[in-house]
């Protein structure tokens, strides 16, 4: 086999691992995080919300799930390189609880978020997501236009 084919074999199972977490997350089983994310990773891009290990992450996706029905993430976009998988994910739901200080105000929304991941031995063991959070709070204020 040669070099390239090996390198375009991990880049084909790295994409099918995020796939395998985003496709997870996305449609509300959480589980996942537990299941391919590294015990031991830290997720500083949360650090701010949630305690930055993969409970926190469940834990805050419980949060925005609470916020927002019908929540569900797919992927547009993705590419990999070596062990890193990078993805933009749209995110639509309608906006039905308290989120971020904001009632509930009965809107469809919808977002995008860029996720980062590494992946080693079957696991993701790096992992760096950045939501277009002002998009999300100018919609439920009204404020697109």
């Known amino acids: 086999m040669t ?6 074999d991990v880049q084909a199972q790295n994409i099918a691992l995020y796939r395998r977490f985003a496709d ?3 449609s509300g089983r959480l ?6 994310l590294a015990a031991d990773i830290q997720l500083p891009t949360i650090a701010d919300m949630a305690e930055p290990t993969p409970a926190g992450l469940t834990q805050l996706n419980q949060q925005v799930r609470a916020s927002f029905t ?13 062990d890193w998988v990078a993805a933009r994910v749209r995110w639509t739901g309608i906006h039905a609880g308290d989120f971020m200080g904001k ?10 978020e860029l996720e980062i991941v590494r992946c080693e031995d079957g696991r993701i063991v790096d992992l760096r997501q950045v939501a277009d959070v002002a998009s999300l709070m ?8």
């Open 3 to 8: 070099e390239q084919a090996t390198t375009q």
């Open 24 to 26: 997870g997350v996305g």
């Open 31 to 36: 589980e996942v995080i537990a299941e391919l």
């Open 70 to 82: 019908d929540l569900l993430g797919a992927i547009e976009e993705i590419f990999a390189f070596g």
């Open 103 to 112: 009632p509930p105000t009965g809107k469809a929304v919808a977002f995008s």
């Open 138 to 145: 100018a919609q439920l204020e009204g404020d697109l236009g």
